[in-house]
Nanobody, 115 residues
Framework: QVQLVESGGGLVQPGGSLRLSCVAS????????INWYRQAPGKQREWVVS???????TYADSVKGRFTISKDNAANTVYLQMNDLKPEDTAIYFC?????????WGQGTQVTVSS
């Protein structure tokens, strides 16, 4: 079973930045698509961004131009650089690794954007 561990969340003021990390317990990033999802209080989990095994990236419109996903295959780590954060970005952020019908999830990391 692959384990994913997120870190890097915290409290930041509007306009600030955070970098989230997702570390995998195995070398999967060359065969899995990695996604970041988020879930705000009282809302459904929503997809934020993806990076494929071939490094193709796709972003939700709400974060395009502000968030950047990248990965370090040697370190089994995916990063989510979040800039110009807004209060509506407040949520628990989850890392997901997907291949066909196989899904692995991390436990999430809290991001709070507030003044």
């Amino acid at each position: 079973q692959v384990q994913l561990v997120e870190s890097g969340g915290g409290l930041v003021q509007p306009g600030g930045s955070l970098r989230l990390s997702c570390v995998a317990s195995a070398s999967i990033f060359t065969i899995y698509t990695i996604n970041w999802y988020r879930q705000a209080p009282g809302k459904q989990r929503e997809w934020v961004v993806s990076i494929t095994k071939d490094d193709t990236t796709t972003y939700a419109d709400s974060v395009k131009g502000r968030f950047t996903i990248s990965k370090d295959n040697a370190a089994n780590t995916v990063y989510l650089q979040m800039n110009d954060l807004k209060p509506e970005d407040t949520a628990i952020y989850f890392c997901n690794a997907r291949r066909a019908f196989v899904n692995h999830w991390g436990q999430g990391t809290q991001v709070t954007v507030s003044s």
